[in-house]
């Protein structure tokens, strides 16, 4: 009997003391965590050492560096030479038109001036408009021939599924996101005007100059105030019939193309139809995930220039609405679906974001939540 | 980091193997040190308490905080040492010791009532207020005979957790 007894009263001590599920958990994560591996560059597999395929790989390596990679630069430099050469004629002479368009309107706004001329003023507004939705049409061109030649430029081998993107108002697209370049190949198709992270050096350059012209919008992500900012223009832009088709990508963050991290509900909340594309690369040649800790932009596209191809595959897949009764949420989540499925991602609930900062306390307070209920409940039992 | 396997010679494999006294096999090894120099990004040799706190199913552990100080600048020997108490052949005796060193935070080889009081706040955090955590706390130590003032001892832990099997495991994936 009074064995039991001690048996009993020990075994409410264990519980109480009883840490090890808490423990087994922090330690699982320390082993294996799917966060970390979803920004886990992969190695290629190496096939090279052996006696007989040793010296085929060196001559691939000869030729992928000192024949390959001069071709792809040179290819780069006259897009750029013909790309800058359009460019920058257009871009004056649209300024020079801007400062025009101001002075007109102040003119038509003065009540002093004559009634004929402002007539004429009105007739010039007006070509003005047919010019800058013509201006729109020649940005959208010169921006789909850069990235063209910078898909050339890694001999991209791109496979588009489905129908090509339409330009009408109140759609967003959305994708899943590996490397930068993911835009690239998107954009020599259709010129999308895309949601993205300023970036410091060169890429910032051409984003404040050249993808300011195709309407991109960018944001820093540690800043709060950024957020507001760009969900207004956001729904400004999808709102304008002339403006480009706008392009979402939104994790938020790059993965390494094996799994997709929780979307971002912005794009989903602009009450627009979303059409998802999901794009899976095959890393034959090159694995295509950008690890923005481990490499810069540039050492990223070096790295793809010396490959021998980036290979992979574009689905525009059926364009969604938001169902009576979802969430925003709810709606990410369908989509991601239907891209995790498409490109065969894994999919993981965590915040892309959470590899810039500490998750938030409220995961903790959860599972601490549920041990003091446990306790309590324990304690009136008695 | 495809070549860090390569780094482990066969000596290191079997002193590592030796320091954690075989809990595991010499292909867990290379896979735990695949993942220490992934978490060491730095390459440092040890991980950070910044490091850890980047994984964030573990930074999310209500424990992480005490953890921490166990587990912080270890070196991978020491690494895999902490880790062998969740191996599958790990003894009872190992599984206890660790969760007693958990609890002896001061390490002076003794767990008072304060120190379990401590970590039931690690664990319940504001839902519960520290009247009931020390009253239910004061009950357990009163049915199993012991007073506020009594300190717990490893053999007491050992005794405590004889009753029934320890749940510890975690699997190291090898591939």
């Not at chain 1, 759609?171 to 999308?192: C, G, K, R, W, Y």
């Not at chain 1, 993205?196 to 050249?210: C, D, E, N, R, Y």
């Not at chain 1, 959470?354 to 304690?379: G, N, W």
Request: with cysteine; aromatic share 12%.
């Amino acid at each position: 009997m009074e064995i039991i007894c001690i048996q009993f009263r020990d075994q409410k001590m264990r519980d109480l003391l009883d840490i090890s599920p808490t423990l087994t958990e922090a330690a699982g994560a320390i082993v294996d965590d799917t966060f970390t591996r979803c920004f886990k560059s992969n190695p290629p597999e190496p096939w090279n050492w052996n006696v007989y395929l040793f010296p085929l790989w060196c001559c691939g390596v000869v030729v992928r560096y000192l024949v390959l990679f001069p071709i792809r630069v040179l290819v780069l430099t006259i897009g750029w030479i013909i790309f800058l050469s359009a460019f920058i004629p257009v871009h004056l002479l649209l300024k020079g038109h801007d400062k025009l368009r101001i002075k007109l309107e102040v003119l038509i706004i003065e009540p002093t001036t004559l009634n004929s001329m402002l007539l004429a003023y009105v007739n010039d507004l007006n070509v003005l408009k047919v010019n800058l939705s013509e201006y729109l049409r020649v940005y959208r061109c010169l921006v789909e021939l850069i990235c063209s030649f910078f898909v050339a430029s890694w001999t991209g081998v791109v496979k588009y599924h489905g129908p090509r993107p339409s330009n009408r108002p109140k759609q967003v697209f959305v994708a899943n996101h590996t490397s930068m370049i993911d835009f690239i190949v998107l954009e020599q198709m259709t010129a999308f005007a895309v949601i993205m992270q300023k970036h410091p050096g060169w890429v910032g350059l051409l984003q404040s100059t050249i993808l300011e012209s195709v309407g991109c919008i960018w944001f820093n992500r540690s800043e709060a105030k950024d957020r507001e900012i760009v969900a207004k223009k956001l729904r400004d832009h999808v709102q304008g019939a002339d403006n480009n088709p706008l392009l979402i990508f939104p994790e938020g963050t790059c993965v390494n193309n094996h799994y997709t991290v929780m979307f971002k509900k912005g794009a989903f909340e602009l009450g627009c139809t979303v059409c998802p594309v999901a794009i899976k690369y095959n890393k034959i040649f090159v694995d295509a995930f950008w690890n923005s800790r481990k490499q810069s932009f540039t050492m990223h596209l070096l790295q793809l220039m010396t490959s021998w191809a980036v290979v992979c595959d574009v689905w525009y897949l059926e364009p969604q609405t938001l169902k009576p009764g979802e969430t925003a949420i709810e709606f990410a989540e369908r989509v991601r679906d239907i891209i995790s499925v498409r490109a065969g991602l894994k999919k993981v609930p965590w915040d892309g974001y959470l590899k810039y900062s500490r998750p938030s306390p409220k995961h903790r307070e959860r599972k601490q939540q549920s041990f003091a209920e446990y306790v309590l409940q324990r304690l009136e039992e008695k | 980091m495809g070549s860090a396997s390569s780094m482990l010679t066969q000596y290191d494999l079997e002193e590592v193997q030796q320091h954690c006294h075989h809990l595991f096999s010499q292909q867990e090894i290379v896979s735990l040190y695949q993942r220490f120099c992934q978490l060491d990004r730095n390459a440092k040799g040890f991980i950070s308490a910044d490091e850890f706190l980047s994984v964030p199913e573990f930074a999310m552990n209500p424990l992480s905080q005490r953890l921490l100080k166990m587990v912080d600048g270890l070196n991978f020997k020491d690494f895999v040492a902490f880790l062998s108490a969740f191996s599958p052949k790990a003894t009872m005796q190992q599984k206890v010791e660790l969760i007693f060193k958990v609890y002896d935070s001061d390490c002076n080889g003794k767990v008072s009532f304060n120190d379990i009081l401590e970590v039931l706040r690690d664990l319940s955090g504001s839902f519960m207020s520290d009247e009931q955590r020390e009253k239910v706390l004061s009950q357990v130590f009163n049915d199993a005979g012991y007073t506020k003032e009594s300190y717990l001892m490893l053999d007491d832990f050992i005794k405590v957790f004889r009753s029934s099997e320890l749940k510890m495991e975690v699997e190291v994936p090898v591939d």
